[in-house]
């Protein structure tokens, strides 16, 4: 009675023309402190549409959970989102609102999942409790019912007798239990959208791919779209629609998952894929193809293109400027080698397998 | 191991860098080197202000027979309880003795016997900790226990029932207070010896057939600095009082030795006839508590993680 | 559960008995006869006797040893050379005084600190979190017999806004039915009196009450800046709860958690504090005994309530450990873990 059931909601989203659900422009979250300011995030730009998977992939410290908790506005001092930035949300833009109208969007609008199960719940109350305190932040619904709500979401998410794991704390769950009771948290609400930020990272191989097939699964039942923040191409190519390959704090690939990962544009994104091992080819026997350098630091971003110093196409122009997204093929990569469309259209003995 | 290396292979992100951080030389948790303690002081205004207020006791303790021209233990009938003057700055106590040089000589006693009892118990307590840390098993558990006892014994009564027996005394009270403090280092030590040597590297030397000993030690001092130094902040100024409330007792250092305590036992009868002696000696053991505490507090608040700036 | 907790009073009985068992021997090595020790300077020769059997000096050391643990298991602690009682009946009359004074005690810091720190953490780094840190760093460290002093020499003598000691002005009586001054008065249907007896209480307490303030504040701050940056406190924000409910609900409850701990030594601390106090306020509580005792050298007073007041520590942090144990599940699965 106090909200929608499934169904209604899943046949409502096809009809509708494609709209932007989730509009990131120029995002730039940086952290002031003293004298020093630090740019993780520098210019970060997507689109999200209902229904939609996008996959937000790059390594360990590019960027990727900032962004994401830019996008809840939970940045606390001395971060902060910069002037220019804008993050539009179903017609909203989310910088600069209040506090208040924030936690309206959180959990409502757009829920989200963390990488460590185990510490993100809290280890004193039992895990219905904290399902049930979601619903009740949004809804005036009694306690009662929340409580039956969250063992509903209990079994949505596939844990076996729901109404005795409901008084359960979370030590007493195991890792992927506790992945399937964070879903329950985040969904319980019905959020059109679902930041997962590496949500399957700190899980056995196994307990991964049921937690991602689950939430394949609920994706189609809810309708929802969901940014899936990872470092794990597997995943990526398993359940995205688009993908968009971050570094240094600005993205440098874009475009459907599909064409992204078969003809990768930007040389980031090559060497990304070249240094996961196949299975059966001569990559997996031989040595793990490596990227050579570190990651710069987002206390000082080299001028030109960030990537240059670790790039093996650099050439003079790579210093000078620092390239845009441009357009090559069907997707778009930040990197001069793009300039006049698709690297791999061009003469092949550019084209590195 | 398997599960990890499998996981790996998936991860773009480990491949993909080639340089991962080397650990070869002793490792140093942020901010408790000895440049951790520079820092500290460079940034952190409560332990500069505790600095200088420590420093200025230690001046005074050393330079007290040239800062004033009486004898702490002149007695001067004619002039008993006199008001603060020209020629007693602080007045006089109930023996005609000059008040401000019995605070500067006072300095002496305290802090000394600070730094005494503070050594007792660091020294004693740190060996003990290693001990147990290193050894672990039966003498690991043997001397936690002891210890937990003697921390199940409030210091004052401790010093109280030592009292009882050997009668009151200067040494007395340093013994108790020096048994008083050795669990707060015994602790200390031994979660410094139980942490490291879970490191890795500990365990990679250990599987060489080297002696970890050598590497724990050379480990744990670095380490090991600024909680040493906190804790000794806190064990200064916890003797220095006890000493105080001791000598307040009558139960402490004995006339004629000028001590903080001591001096402050007559006045709650003199409220009347010489307010002037209630509150020297007790500003005197407040600026020395405050000094020590701002010092650990300050270092403590700085080695704080979530205090310090985004890097 | 109960194995945990059945295990935990097993081992504060052990402390508890290295405690009784230090205390035996550093009594005997008083110089000279330990019986003319325990006996008052009027006591005859027949009387020492009568207390050198009672101590069983005439045994082996382990059967002396023995006979000690006998009598503390039956409450005997000996018999007041200065008083002429049995040291247990004059801690139990003292000790309501004593426990009066220690909770008016603990009732303020509660009441000051809780606030303050939660105030100090959630405005981090702002005017008033400073100005509270550099506060507690003063306040913690002054020795209490002089905070008790100058409270007695300025509010008392010289403002003379509170008396100048003891539980009731020296002309009021009132019959003692439990002790607790203020509750007798109530009892007896006169409220009047029980005002007095708060007045009365008012500046000692505060001046005990203060050191620990200043030091709870700290810890509940600290507690709770380090929940707030754990990772739940972060989830329970993402699904959209206030900023008030995530700090009281998920910040302040699982900060008090680790604070539940540190209750049993306080407790004990201020009873050894208000040994100073109670000296400086004239409180006829069991630190005010503790003290004459010492002075005239009344030793089965001063080994009596010294044991006293460990085995109290004993068992207070025991019971605090099961206590804890029930308020936060992840210890007890530990604790089962490794049993």
Same mark, same amino acid.
């Given at each position: 009675?106090?909200?929608?059931?499934?169904?209604?909601?899943?046949?409502?989203?096809?009809?509708?023309?494609?709209?932007?659900?989730?509009?990131?422009?120029?995002?730039?979250?940086?952290?002031?402190?003293?004298?020093?300011?630090?740019?993780?995030?520098?210019?970060?730009?997507?689109?999200?549409?209902?229904?939609?998977?996008?996959?937000?992939?790059?390594?360990?410290?590019?960027?990727?959970?900032?962004?994401?908790?830019?996008?809840?506005?939970?940045?606390?001092?001395?971060?902060?989102?910069?002037?220019?930035?804008?993050?539009?949300?179903?017609?909203?833009?989310?910088?600069?609102?209040?506090?208040?109208?924030?936690?309206?969007?959180?959990?409502?609008?757009?829920?989200?999942?963390?990488?460590?199960?185990?510490?993100?719940?809290?280890?004193?109350?039992?895990?219905?409790?904290?399902?049930?305190?979601?619903?009740?932040?949004?809804?005036?619904?009694?306690?009662?019912?929340?409580?039956?709500?969250?063992?509903?979401?209990?079994?949505?998410?596939?844990?076996?007798?729901?109404?005795?794991?409901?008084?359960?704390?979370p030590h007493e769950l195991s890792g992927g239990m506790r992945q399937r009771v964070?879903?329950?948290?985040?969904?319980?609400?019905?959020?059109?959208?679902?930041?997962?930020?590496?949500?399957?990272?700190?899980?056995?191989?196994?307990?991964?791919?049921?937690?991602?097939?689950?939430?394949?699964?609920?994706?189609?039942?809810?309708?929802?779209?969901?940014?899936?923040?990872?470092?794990?191409?597997?995943?990526?190519?398993?359940?995205?629609?688009?993908v968009a390959v971050m570094y240094a704090g600005r993205i440098v690939e874009q475009?459907?998952?599909?064409?992204?990962?078969?003809?990768?544009?930007?040389?980031?994104?090559?060497?990304?894929?070249?240094?996961?091992?196949?299975?059966?080819?001569?990559?997996?026997?031989?040595?793990?193809?490596?990227?050579?350098?570190?990651?710069?630091?987002?206390?000082?971003?080299?001028?030109?293109?960030?990537?240059?110093?670790?790039?093996?196409?650099?050439?003079?122009?790579?210093?000078?400027?620092?390239?845009?997204?441009?357009?090559?093929?069907?997707?778009?990569?930040?990197?001069?080698?793009?300039?006049?469309?698709?690297?791999?259209?061009?003469?092949?003995?550019?084209?590195?397998? | 191991?398997?599960?990890?290396?499998?996981?790996?292979?998936?991860?773009?992100?480990?491949?993909?860098?080639?340089?991962?951080?080397?650990?070869?030389?002793?490792?140093?948790?942020?901010?408790?080197?000895?440049?951790?303690?520079?820092?500290?002081?460079?940034?952190?205004?409560?332990?500069?202000?505790?600095?200088?207020?420590?420093?200025?006791?230690?001046?005074?303790?050393?330079?007290?027979?040239?800062?004033?021209?009486?004898?702490?233990?002149?007695?001067?009938?004619?002039?008993?309880?006199?008001?603060?003057?020209?020629?007693?700055?602080?007045?006089?106590?109930?023996?005609?003795?000059?008040?401000?040089?019995?605070?500067?000589?006072?300095?002496?006693?305290?802090?000394?016997?600070?730094?005494?009892?503070?050594?007792?118990?660091?020294?004693?307590?740190?060996?003990?900790?290693?001990?147990?840390?290193?050894?672990?098993?039966?003498?690991?558990?043997?001397?936690?226990?002891?210890?937990?006892?003697?921390?199940?014994?409030?210091?004052?009564?401790?010093?109280?029932?030592?009292?009882?027996?050997?009668?009151?005394?200067?040494?007395?009270?340093?013994?108790?207070?020096?048994?008083?403090?050795?669990?707060?280092?015994?602790?200390?030590?031994?979660?410094?010896?139980?942490?490291?040597?879970?490191?890795?590297?500990?365990?990679?030397?250990?599987?060489?057939?080297?002696?970890?000993?050598?590497?724990?030690?050379?480990?744990?001092?670095?380490?090991?600095?600024?909680?040493?130094?906190?804790?000794?902040?806190?064990?200064?100024?916890?003797?220095?009082?006890?000493?105080?409330?001791?000598?307040?007792?009558?139960?402490?250092?004995?006339?004629?030795?000028?001590?903080?305590?001591?001096?402050?036992?007559?006045?709650?009868?003199?409220?009347?006839?010489?307010?002037?002696?209630?509150?020297?000696?007790?500003?005197?053991?407040?600026?020395?508590?405050?000094?020590?505490?701002?010092?650990?507090?300050?270092?403590?608040?700085?080695?704080?993680?979530?205090?310090?700036?985004?890097? | 559960?109960?194995?945990?907790?059945?295990?935990?009073?097993?081992?504060?009985?052990?402390?508890?008995?290295?405690?009784?068992?230090?205390?035996?021997?550093?009594?005997?090595?008083?110089?000279?006869?330990?019986?003319?020790?325990?006996?008052?300077?009027?006591?005859?020769?027949?009387?020492?006797?009568?207390?050198?059997?009672?101590?069983?000096?005439?045994?082996?050391?382990?059967?002396?040893?023995?006979?000690?643990?006998?009598?503390?298991?039956?409450?005997?602690?000996?018999?007041?050379?200065?008083?002429?009682?049995?040291?247990?009946?004059?801690?139990?009359?003292?000790?309501?005084?004593?426990?009066?004074?220690?909770?008016?005690?603990?009732?303020?810091?509660?009441?000051?600190?809780?606030?303050?720190?939660?105030?100090?953490? *959630?405005?981090?780094?702002? @005017?008033?979190?400073? &100005?509270?840190?550099?506060? /507690?760093?003063?306040? #913690? %460290?002054?020795?209490? $017999?002089?905070?008790?002093?100058?409270?007695?020499?300025?509010?008392?003598?010289?403002?003379?806004?509170f008396p100048l000691g003891n539980r009731l002005d020296i002309q009021t009586s009132?019959?003692?039915?439990?002790?607790?001054?203020?509750?007798?008065?109530?009892?007896?249907?006169?409220?009047?009196?029980?005002?007095?007896?708060?007045?009365?209480?008012?500046?000692?307490?505060?001046?005990?009450?203060?050191?620990?303030?200043?030091?709870?504040?700290?810890?509940?701050?600290?507690?709770?800046?380090?929940?707030?940056?754990?990772?739940?406190?972060?989830?329970?924000?993402?699904?959209?709860?206030?900023?008030?409910?995530?700090?009281?609900?998920?910040?302040?409850?699982?900060?008090?958690?680790?604070?539940?701990?540190?209750?049993?030594?306080?407790? *004990?601390?201020?009873?050894? @504090?208000?040994?100073? &106090?109670?000296?400086?306020? /004239?409180?006829?509580? #069991? %630190?005010?005994?503790? $003290?004459?005792?010492?002075?005239?050298?009344?030793?089965?007073?001063?080994?009596?309530?010294?044991?006293?007041?460990?085995?109290?520590?004993?068992?207070?942090?025991?019971?605090?450990?099961?206590?804890?144990?029930?308020?936060?599940?992840?210890?007890?699965?530990?604790?089962?873990?490794?049993?």
């Amino acid at each position: 009675m106090a909200y929608e059931t499934f169904s209604t909601r899943a046949c409502a989203s096809t009809d509708e023309a494609p709209v932007a659900l989730l509009s990131v422009r120029d995002l730039r979250t940086w952290f002031h402190g003293g004298s020093t300011v630090s740019r993780p995030v520098d210019g970060v730009s997507f689109e999200i549409e209902a229904g939609q998977t996008v996959g937000l992939i790059g390594e360990s410290g590019c960027g990727k959970s900032l962004t994401a908790l830019s996008i809840l506005g939970l940045i606390d001092p001395p971060g902060r989102i910069e002037q220019g930035s804008e993050i539009v949300f179903e017609g909203q833009d989310l910088v600069g609102l209040s506090e208040r109208d924030l936690e309206e969007v959180r959990g409502q609008g757009i829920g989200m999942i963390f990488q460590e199960p185990m510490t993100s719940l809290n280890p004193v109350s039992p895990v219905g409790a904290q399902i049930a305190e979601a619903v009740l932040a949004h809804r005036r619904v009694s306690r009662r019912s929340a409580w039956e709500r969250a063992v509903e979401m209990l079994r949505i998410v596939g844990i076996a007798a729901p109404e005795q794991r409901a008084s359960s704390y979370p030590h007493e769950l195991s890792g992927g239990m506790r992945q399937r009771v964070m879903i329950a948290t985040a969904l319980a609400c019905e959020p059109r959208l679902l930041i997962a930020d590496e949500p399957t990272t700190a899980l056995d191989v196994t307990i991964q791919a049921q937690i991602i097939s689950l939430m394949a699964e609920l994706q189609e039942r809810l309708g929802m779209a969901i940014l899936l923040i990872t470092h794990d191409i597997g995943v990526i190519a398993q359940v995205a629609d688009e993908v968009a390959v971050m570094y240094a704090g600005r993205i440098v690939e874009q475009g459907s998952a599909a064409t992204v990962l078969d003809g990768p544009e930007h040389p980031y994104t090559e060497a990304l894929l070249a240094s996961v091992p196949i299975l059966g080819t001569r990559a997996d026997t031989g040595a793990l193809r490596v990227i050579p350098g570190t990651v710069p630091s987002p206390l000082a971003w080299p001028g030109g293109c960030r990537f240059r110093a670790r790039c093996e196409y650099a050439f003079g122009r790579c210093a000078e400027e620092e390239p845009a997204l441009l357009p090559a093929g069907g997707q778009a990569a930040a990197c001069w080698l793009c300039e006049s469309g698709s690297r791999h259209a061009t003469a092949g003995e550019r084209h590195v397998v | 191991m398997s599960a990890r290396i499998t996981k790996r292979t998936h991860d773009a992100d480990e491949s993909a860098t080639a340089d991962a951080p080397q650990r070869s030389a002793p490792r140093r948790r942020i901010g408790t080197g000895p440049r951790g303690i520079v820092t500290a002081v460079r940034r952190s205004s409560n332990v500069r202000i505790g600095l200088l207020i420590v420093t200025a006791l230690f001046m005074a303790g050393l330079l007290a027979p040239f800062l004033t021209p009486y004898s702490p233990t002149d007695i001067d009938l004619a002039n008993t309880l006199q008001p603060p003057s020209a020629e007693h700055w602080l007045g006089t106590d109930e023996l005609g003795r000059d008040q401000m040089s019995r605070l500067l000589f006072g300095a002496r006693v305290s802090l000394v016997m600070g730094l005494l009892g503070v050594t007792i118990a660091a020294s004693a307590g740190a060996t003990l900790g290693l001990i147990a840390g290193y050894a672990g098993g039966f003498a690991d558990s043997l001397i936690m226990r002891a210890m937990d006892a003697i921390f199940a014994f409030p210091a004052l009564l401790l010093a109280l029932l030592v009292i009882s027996i050997t009668g009151p005394g200067i040494t007395q009270v340093l013994i108790a207070f020096g048994i008083a403090g050795i669990p707060f280092y015994a602790r200390l030590m031994r979660g410094m010896v139980l942490a490291i040597r879970q490191e890795e590297y500990v365990i990679a030397a250990e599987a060489l057939g080297g002696s970890p000993a050598r590497v724990i030690l050379l480990h744990i001092l670095p380490n090991a600095m600024t909680p040493l130094i906190i804790t000794t902040t806190m064990a200064m100024g916890l003797v220095i009082v006890g000493l105080a409330s001791l000598g307040f007792l009558g139960l402490g250092a004995q006339p004629p030795t000028p001590e903080w305590g001591a001096m402050l036992s007559g006045s709650q009868s003199r409220f009347f006839t010489a307010p002037w002696l209630l509150l020297s000696p007790g500003i005197a053991i407040v600026m020395a508590v405050v000094g020590y505490a701002l010092i650990g507090d300050g270092l403590r608040d700085f080695l704080d993680p979530r205090l310090r700036e985004y890097r | 559960m109960l194995r945990f907790g059945v295990n935990r009073l097993a081992s504060g009985f052990l402390t508890a008995l290295v405690v009784v068992t230090a205390t035996f021997f550093i009594v005997r090595l008083v110089p000279g006869d330990p019986a003319s020790a325990m006996a008052p300077p009027t006591a005859t020769p027949a009387q020492v006797d009568r207390i050198r059997e009672y101590l069983g000096l005439s045994e082996p050391i382990w059967a002396q040893y023995g006979i000690y643990l006998q009598h503390l298991a039956q409450f005997d602690f000996g018999t007041s050379i200065r008083t002429g009682q049995p040291v247990v009946e004059d801690l139990v009359s003292r000790l309501p005084a004593s426990i009066e004074l220690a909770l008016a005690a603990l009732i303020l810091e509660l009441l000051i600190a809780i606030p303050v720190g939660i105030v100090a953490a *959630v405005r981090r780094a702002s @005017a008033f979190d400073y &100005v509270s840190r550099f506060t /507690s760093s003063v306040i #913690v %460290g002054l020795p209490v $017999f002089w905070v008790s002093l100058m409270f007695l020499w300025i509010f008392a003598f010289l403002l003379d806004l509170f008396p100048l000691g003891n539980r009731l002005d020296i002309q009021t009586s009132l019959t003692s039915v439990t002790g607790f001054v203020l509750v007798d008065a109530l009892l007896a249907g006169r409220p009047e009196v029980a005002l007095e007896a708060l007045h009365h209480l008012a500046l000692p307490a505060v001046a005990l009450a203060l050191p620990s303030i200043a030091f709870w504040t700290r810890l509940m701050r600290g507690s709770l800046l380090e929940v707030l940056g754990e990772d739940h406190v972060r989830a329970a924000r993402a699904k959209g709860l206030g900023r008030r409910q995530v700090v009281m609900r998920h910040g302040v409850r699982n900060a008090l958690n680790p604070m539940v701990t540190v209750f049993g030594l306080e407790l *004990v601390s201020l009873l050894t @504090a208000g040994v100073l &106090v109670e000296i400086v306020f /004239s409180w006829p509580g #069991v %630190g005010n005994y503790l $003290f004459t005792s010492l002075q005239v050298r009344d030793y089965p007073v001063v080994q009596g309530t010294v044991i006293a007041i460990a085995l109290l520590y004993v068992t207070v942090n025991s019971i605090v450990d099961v206590v804890q144990a029930r308020l936060d599940p992840r210890i007890l699965a530990t604790m089962q873990a490794h049993a």
